[in-house]
Every structure is written in structure tokens, then in C-alpha cells.
């Protein structure tokens, strides 16, 4: 048992350099199936939380067809109404009563016309774009009462920014439109 032959330590060292390279497959390997793991739940989440605010939005456009088309029919409805009340109220009643009918009719009217005007003014609005950090579950954001989502993400120097987008529902003040 003297000294190795020089072919088996060339044979030793092509070992070693194979259970090496073995070794660093294996690390990558793991490595690169933990990120794909992490990106893939991560972006499922995303996924979900993006389609559930598309969803929010096409819901709140169908309430605000849905309140401008019964706001139409309320309208006619009460259009028609006024003009039988008021064709009975002129078949039988004096001058001075007639003219209080008519201005009641006129106010009803212009109340109508403003709520249908405001119906239709219901919006949503972009609020501001911001880079600001906020912590999932926090409640760190400024007005609680607006949707507050992730717009993208910017990656620059190694640093990621991501940037944030408000959306709110403007439902115009009482008595502010234009009929008034």
C-alpha cells in the first residue's frame, strides 16, 4: 500500500469534481423550485386579489345602471301621476287652489329633475397615485373609505416600488346640481 497511482488520483479528483457538480445541481435545483413556489402562490394571490376588484368595479357600474334606469322609471311614473292629479285638481278646484297645485307640481318636479341629475352624476373616480409602504392588514392607508390597490411594481438599483392607486365612488352632494 505505497503511493497511488497517478491514474487514480486523476480518477479521485474527476470524482470529487463530479460530486461537486452534483452537489451545486442539487442546491440550484432546490433553490429554483423554492422561488417558483413562492412567485406562483404569490402571484395566485395577486391574480385573485386584481379579478376580485375588476369585480367590485363591474358590480358597482350594474348598481349604478341599475339606479339610473329605476331613477327613469320613478320619473315617468311619477310624471304621469302628477299630470292626472293635476287634470283633477283643475276639473273642480277653485283659481287660488289651482295655482297652489301648480306651484307644488313645480317643486315636485324640480325635486325629481335634481335627483334624477344627481343619479346620473355617480361616478368612479382615480384618486392619487402614491409610492407609499403599507403593511397587509395594517390599516396604515388615509381614508379608509376609498379601494386601495397595488397598480405595479418598479424595480430599480435592486430596489422594488411598488405603486399604489385610490378609487372612489363620488356620489354628488344633495343639492348641487344643475337645476338648482
Not at 402562490?41 to 391574480?47: P, T
Not at 311614473?77 to 283643475?90: F, G, K, N, P, R
Not at 335634481?114 to 343619479?119: G, S, T
Request: charged share 25%; with cysteine; net charge neutral.
Amino acid at each position: 500500500m505505497g503511493k497511488d497511482r497517478p491514474e487514480d488520483i486523476l480518477v479521485q479528483q474527476q470524482m470529487k469534481s463530479l460530486e461537486d457538480r452534483v452537489t451545486k445541481i442539487e442546491v440550484n435545483w432546490k433553490v429554483t423550485f423554492i422561488l417558483a413556489a413562492i412567485f406562483g402562490i404569490g402571484g395566485g394571490f395577486g391574480g385573485y386579489y386584481v379579478s376580485s376588484l375588476y369585480n367590485t368595479i363591474h358590480d358597482l357600474k350594474v348598481q349604478t345602471d341599475s339606479l339610473q334606469a329605476e331613477s327613469s322609471h320613478l320619473r315617468t311614473a311619477m310624471h304621469d301621476t302628477l299630470v292626472s292629479v293635476q287634470i283633477e285638481a283643475y276639473k273642480d278646484a277653485p283659481d287660488a287652489l289651482r295655482r297652489a297645485v301648480e306651484a307644488q307640481l313645480h317643486v315636485c318636479s324640480a325635486r325629481i329633475d335634481d335627483a334624477h341629475e344627481r343619479i346620473g352624476r355617480i361616478a368612479l373616480v382615480a384618486g392619487k397615485t402614491t409610492k407609499t409602504k403599507y403593511q397587509s392588514g395594517k390599516g396604515d392607508h388615509a381614508d379608509p373609505q376609498n379601494l386601495l390597490f397595488m397598480a405595479g411594481l418598479q424595480t430599480s438599483g435592486g430596489n422594488n416600488t411598488n405603486f399604489y392607486k385610490e378609487i372612489k365612488l363620488y356620489i354628488p352632494p344633495e343639492g348641487h346640481g344643475q337645476n338648482k
